[in-house]
């Protein structure tokens, strides 16, 4: 499957007719994982990001195939959105609208942002992806006044905001500016984090005038868990594929070790495991996510649309969800939006962190055996522990944690796909919009 991060948002109708003189929405609450805004006249404003697909290939049909099964009851029956298993934890360690400005030493700031930017715009391949306001029957569907889309299924031709963070990284080590070979690029991914390594990879070569550099080969460690179809994405676009018969985690520790071994360069979305402290590598990739944030905010700021009141984010290991949240407190202040951390119920590693209180600066809990399921649909969010940068921002900017079960998928899928232009949504892509589907029955 394929996945890229789509963001919704949720208006209430009457707000729309001030969005000129920039009314800010009255914020909704999340009660034990619903949404509590007062009804459809009550202001309320969500951004979902929603991983989606560019197409239906054969490797999202048959994840399709499991949203199905998975989607259906002992009895045969599809499992009803009020029956959808749904667990919600209230953070205890929200910082709160009081928090005007980001925490002191908060690592993912506007300058870094700004940075990426900079960077992206001299790709011409770079534009940024539409803010698409979705049809009222969906809205509708979710009992709530308007929903916008962050359409991110043509991102590079790759159909995925990760490369944005991979992509740029990679680009940056082919690109550097000391002489000499550049060593080869290893990551472990669940999917579309190596996709926009390999890719960048690829890339660097095409903008780059110096045919003293080589191409730059990159090996991406895969978890068996991932489709053979994500796995010929990866090779498409330059990857060499080594597969590991284990879990994330554990496909993780192989390329660290092979890259040891060989003398490549790691280039990863989860902080290198020597103690607490910020690794640079995976802080600019966290940095060109926030490019897709700043580039809801400008599109709102540009067609006098309010801030959102509510931002629901998929998680994983939590590096979208900081980015994301990092940069919307640091544009938007005490206005900022309540932001939800949405995870597969098998695999809620955030929740789990925040329910132990794990500070800001501690190291993040793993997941023992007995909380988690053998195994998720949803893989590119199926991560036992957060890392432990994002956790830095995460730990406070996130005001709720809610986990939904595979169950959703299905039914989110079909939704999306009756669109016009329809999106060919993931597995991994619709866990938000599932939880806004659940509690629109369960108020």
């Avoid at 009020?82 to 005007?100: F, I, S, T």
């Avoid at 700031?109 to 049809?135: C, E, F, I, K, N």
């Avoid at 544009?331 to 597969?344: F, H, K, L, Q």
């Avoid at 809620?348 to 023992?368: E, F």
Wanted: proline fraction near 7%; charged fraction near 15%.
């Amino acid at each position: 499957h394929t996945h890229t991060h789509t963001l919704s948002m949720l208006r209430g109708r009457a707000q729309l007719l001030l969005a000129r003189r920039h009314a800010m929405c009255q914020s909704g609450t999340i009660v034990s994982g619903a949404v509590v805004d007062g009804g459809r006249n009550a202001a309320s404003n969500m951004v979902h990001v929603v991983p989606m697909c560019t197409s239906w290939s054969s490797s999202t049909a048959f994840n399709t195939m499991a949203a199905a099964a998975a989607e259906r009851g002992p009895d045969g029956a599809a499992i009803p959105p009020n029956k959808w298993r749904m667990n919600h934890l209230l953070n205890p360690q929200r910082a709160g609208k009081a928090a005007v400005t980001t925490p002191t030493g908060c690592p993912i700031t506007l300058s870094g942002h700004a940075s990426a930017v900079q960077t992206l715009r001299q790709w011409p391949v770079y534009t940024p992806t539409p803010l698409v306001l979705a049809p009222t029957w969906l809205a509708d569907e979710c009992n709530v006044a308007a929903v916008y889309l962050k359409d991110e299924t043509h991102r590079f031709g790759t159909g995925s905001f990760k490369v944005l963070g991979g992509g740029l990284a990679a680009v940056e080590h082919v690109m550097r500016s000391d002489p000499g070979p550049r060593p080869a690029v290893a990551t472990a991914s669940a999917g579309n984090h190596a996709l926009g390594v390999a890719w960048g990879c690829r890339y660097a070569t095409e903008l780059t005038a110096d045919s003293t550099i080589a191409p730059v080969e990159c090996h991406v460690f895969l978890p068996a868990a991932v489709s053979e179809g994500q796995a010929d994405r990866i090779r498409g676009v330059g990857g060499t594929v080594h597969r590991v018969a284990g879990t994330y985690e554990e496909s993780l520790e192989q390329a660290r070790t092979t890259a040891v071994a060989n003398g490549w360069r790691v280039i990863q979305d989860v902080s290198t495991p020597n103690g607490l402290g910020v690794d640079p590598t995976t802080l600019r990739i966290y940095e060109g996510y926030t490019v897709l944030a700043g580039e809801i905010v400008d599109a709102l700021e540009t067609s006098c649309t309010a801030a959102p009141t509510h931002v629901m984010i998929n998680g994983g290991v939590g590096g979208l969800i900081a980015a994301v949240s990092a940069h919307l407190w640091a544009r938007y202040g005490s206005n900022r939006p309540r932001v939800i951390a949405v995870e597969p119920l098998g695999s809620a590693c955030l929740m789990n962190a925040a329910a132990r209180q794990c500070p800001p600066d501690g190291m993040p809990p793993t997941l023992a055996s007995d909380e988690c399921s053998p195994g998720t649909i949803q893989v590119g969010l199926d991560c036992k522990a957060p890392d432990t940068l994002a956790w830095q921002v995460v730990s406070t900017a996130v005001d709720d944690f809610v986990a939904i079960g595979d169950e959703c998928c299905g039914h989110s899928q079909r939704l999306l796909a009756r669109l016009d232009p329809p999106i060919a949504a993931g597995d991994s892509a619709v866990a938000g919009l599932g939880v806004l589907l659940g509690v629109t029955e369960r108020p």
